[in-house]
């Protein structure tokens, strides 16, 4: 059955980085989207990145963009988020999907909508 699991993340303190991944099973990665959301304290998720691995393009939040970067290796099933300069406001619970949303990069196929169980990342100031 399609897994996504994510790891990495963890408390550092601001301007430092993490690098988070989402191990999938259960799905070809070649072909397919994955999106990276975050869900700060009180606040509702939202997306933070997406890679779309059929044609490679990434996109990026407006408040991420030039701090985060995502990849992937397909051969091994993960996707990565590498969060570098990070902020206080950077701190939620990050969480990959079979879907992205984003201002230009809404991807989702009812068929096909699946969720790891997040993981904490945490900024300190």
């Known amino acids: 059955q399609v897994q996504l699991v994510e790891s990495g993340g963890g408390l550092v303190q601001a301007g430092g980085s993490l690098r988070l991944a989402c191990t999938t099973s259960g799905f070809s990665l070649d072909d397919s989207y994955i999106g990276w959301f975050r869900q700060a304290p009180g606040k509702q998720r939202a997306g933070v990145s997406c890679?779309?691995?059929?044609?490679?393009?990434?996109y990026y939040a407006s408040a991420v963009k030039g701090r985060f970067t995502v990849s992937a290796d397909t051969r091994a099933n993960v996707v990565y988020l590498q969060m570098n300069n990070l902020r206080p406001t950077d701190t939620g619970v990050y969480y990959c999907a079979t879907r992205c949303h984003l201002p230009n990069a809404i991807k989702e196929d009812s068929r096909m909508n699946y969720w790891g169980q997040g993981t904490q990342v945490t900024i300190s100031s």
């Open positions: 890679i779309d691995n059929a044609d490679g393009e990434t």
